[in-house]
């Protein structure tokens, strides 16, 4: 049984920063690309950073590059999302999935198939 738990999440101001963390059980976890997605109220869920399995490719969303970090720990089964600069934009639900083998970083919610229950981040200006 794949298991993706989030942490991190909580209230931050404008210009502050939080660290989500993922937790990752159930499947060989350094094989397989990782991405954190977002949902914000009514609005469609969005990819916000991926991670190859071996954590030598990134990928960002132009909302986000230069301000949030994606990072993994293969020896720890960890993914982190470090994000700075924060803005009312980013407040949403996030959560950690887990997606393809050995492939190039997946851009699609379909080439995910695992995700987490999800975490709230809420950013106050």
């Known amino acids: 049984q794949v298991q993706l738990v989030e942490s991190g999440g909580g209230l931050a101001q404008a210009g502050g920063s939080l660290r989500l963390s993922c937790a990752a059980s159930g499947r060989t976890f350094r094989i397989y690309g990782m991405g954190w997605f977002r949902q914000a109220p009514g609005k469609e869920r969005e990819l916000v950073a991926a991670i190859n399995w071996s954590g030598g490719t990134t990928y960002y969303a132009d909302s986000v590059k230069g301000r949030f970090t994606i990072s993994r720990d293969n020896a720890k089964n960890t993914m982190s999302l470090q994000m700075n600069s924060l803005n009312d934009e980013d407040t949403a639900v996030y959560y950690c999935?887990?997606?393809?083998?050995?492939?190039?970083?997946?851009?699609?919610?379909?080439?995910?198939?695992?995700w987490g229950q999800g975490t709230q981040v809420t950013v106050s200006s």
């Open positions: 999935a887990s997606g393809r083998r050995f492939a190039p970083i997946g851009t699609r919610m379909e080439e995910y198939d695992y």
